[in-house]
């Protein structure tokens, strides 16, 4: 029997390479993660819709931390990329994701239309 499959309205990416754990990544990942799963945002909580995992380098070194974020959008896959991003920032793109609002612009570094 294959795995369950659990739809998603979005996978938020936040690096974990070695520039970017030096300026708080693995916090940022942490918090995230619990804020997803108080507010029941986490794809398999009842209700929530969102993907968080970790990632490699994202090729932004200097700029991290970097989160990167793909949606469905009209057919293909929406790219968010994002620099510097703190808690309030990644707080706020999970919310979007979730609500299928537009993608928050500060820090993004991706153009708006892809
Ligand atoms: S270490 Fe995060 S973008 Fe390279």
Known sequence: ?????FPTRGH????QGNSCQARG???????????????GLSYYKQGGSLRLT???CLGACSY???L???RPQGGGLQEGWYAG???P??????????EEAPLPSEHRYSPEAR
Do not use: N
């Open 1 to 5: 029997m294959p795995p369950k499959y």
């Open 12 to 15: 938020l990416l936040v690096c």
């Open 25 to 39: 990544s693995a916090l940022l990942y942490q918090a995230l993660w619990k804020h997803l799963e108080r507010e």
């Open 54 to 56: 970790t990632s490699g």
């Open 64 to 66: 991290g931390p970097t």
């Open 68 to 70: 990167c974020v793909y």
């Open 85 to 87: 991003v703190d808690f």
């Open 89 to 98: 920032l990644a707080r706020r793109i999970a919310q979007a994701v979730h």
